[in-house]
């Protein structure tokens, strides 16, 4: 293992993010120890973050027994090595740009943790909002965020703040197509890597990394919102991501600006209909 920032992120990881903790992505492993923790996933049914069958969604007879069959490797899988590992049953089916619509899970655990989706949203400001409000105040955020540098995003510059700000403020949603073409000079024309996968996939929101990361615009980013934030960047043979854990508790500066817009966010999602992915915010 190496971290090139030499922080103490290892120590408060472990001593952090403990107790009740929502996991959001598919399996965030990196540092985490998951002896002290439980689990509940949340994710959507098909994206850029994986795919998740829920049982009891399940129409046809082959689908259902497919479903079945993956559920119960699962629990095996679990059984052998614990709140590391995934179960569907277990998945609370929701993409969380709108988890401000959903007061069961408002403010309920005490960590929220993600590996490789931060950098999918449209909206980083707005999702990471998302993980505030359901996570407990003062609890603790935990995020790995590919760094650019090793991986497909290679050959683009890292997001500046003051466009991550900008995407906030303009209500940006999952229609946005601003990052399509840079995304694919890198992921698909240079790197090659994305080049299969999209074969099948489209370039649009889930499945592109919408934003740049690197160690400095994720701490940016991090302060900019929050009242305490430890970043560091892991690079080895299994990982190479920025790594971000934080207070659950927003800076009174980001608050005073934008409490207003914040609630306008709140009732659109409140409006928003699920199935109709061309909706706006504005």
């Given at each position: 293992?190496?971290l090139?920032?030499?922080?103490n992120?290892?120590?408060?990881v472990?001593?952090r993010v403990?107790?009740?903790?929502a996991r959001?992505?598919?399996?965030?492993?990196?540092?985490l120890?998951y002896?002290?923790?439980?689990v509940?996933?949340?994710?959507?049914?098909?994206?850029g973050?994986?795919?998740?069958?829920?049982?009891?969604?399940?129409k046809?007879i082959?689908?259902m027994l497919?479903?079945?069959?993956r559920?119960?490797r699962q629990?095996?899988v679990y059984?052998?090595?614990g709140?590391?590992e995934m179960?569907?049953?277990?998945?609370?089916?929701?993409d969380?740009h709108?988890a401000?619509n959903?007061?069961?899970?408002?403010?309920?655990?005490?960590a929220?943790?993600s590996?490789n989706?931060?950098?999918h949203?449209?909206?980083?400001?707005w999702?990471?909002?998302n993980?505030?409000?359901?996570?407990?105040?003062?609890?603790?955020?935990?995020h790995a965020?590919?760094?650019y540098r090793?991986t497909f995003d290679?050959?683009r510059?890292?997001t500046?703040l003051?466009?991550i700000?900008d995407?906030?403020?303009k209500m940006i949603?999952?229609?946005?197509e601003?990052?399509v073409?840079d995304?694919?000079m890198s992921?698909?024309?240079?790197n090659?890597?994305?080049?299969?996968?999209?074969?099948t996939y489209?370039v649009?929101?889930?499945?592109?990394?919408?934003?740049v990361f690197?160690e400095?615009n994720?701490?940016?980013l991090?302060?900019?919102?929050?009242?305490?934030?430890?970043?560091d960047?892991i690079?080895?043979d299994?990982?190479s991501d920025?790594?971000?854990?934080?207070?659950n508790?927003?800076n009174?500066n980001?608050?005073?600006?934008h409490s207003?817009l914040?609630?306008?966010?709140?009732?659109?999602i409140?409006n928003?209909?699920?199935n109709?992915?061309?909706s706006?915010?504005?």
């Amino acid at each position: 293992m190496s971290l090139l920032c030499n922080t103490n992120i290892q120590e408060i990881v472990k001593d952090r993010v403990t107790g009740k903790v929502a996991r959001i992505g598919g399996r965030m492993n990196q540092l985490l120890d998951y002896n002290n923790c439980k689990v509940t996933d949340i994710n959507i049914i098909d994206g850029g973050y994986g795919k998740v069958r829920n049982l009891l969604s399940v129409k046809s007879i082959k689908s259902m027994l497919r479903t079945a069959i993956r559920q119960t490797r699962q629990e095996m899988v679990y059984l052998l090595h614990g709140e590391r590992e995934m179960r569907d049953r277990k998945t609370v089916i929701l993409d969380l740009h709108f988890a401000s619509n959903q007061p069961n899970i408002q403010h309920k655990f005490d960590a929220s943790i993600s590996s490789n989706m931060i950098e999918h949203s449209p909206n980083p400001i707005w999702l990471l909002l998302n993980f505030y409000f359901i996570t407990k105040e003062g609890g603790y955020q935990y995020h790995a965020i590919p760094n650019y540098r090793y991986t497909f995003d290679e050959f683009r510059k890292p997001t500046t703040l003051e466009h991550i700000i900008d995407d906030f403020k303009k209500m940006i949603w999952f229609n946005d197509e601003t990052h399509v073409e840079d995304y694919t000079m890198s992921a698909i024309d240079k790197n090659g890597y994305q080049c299969e996968f999209h074969k099948t996939y489209p370039v649009s929101y889930p499945f592109m990394h919408m934003h740049v990361f690197d160690e400095v615009n994720v701490r940016e980013l991090a302060e900019y919102m929050f009242e305490e934030a430890t970043v560091d960047c892991i690079r080895n043979d299994e990982y190479s991501d920025n790594l971000l854990i934080l207070k659950n508790k927003l800076n009174t500066n980001f608050l005073k600006e934008h409490s207003n817009l914040i609630e306008k966010y709140k009732e659109f999602i409140q409006n928003y209909k699920a199935n109709d992915t061309n909706s706006t915010l504005k």
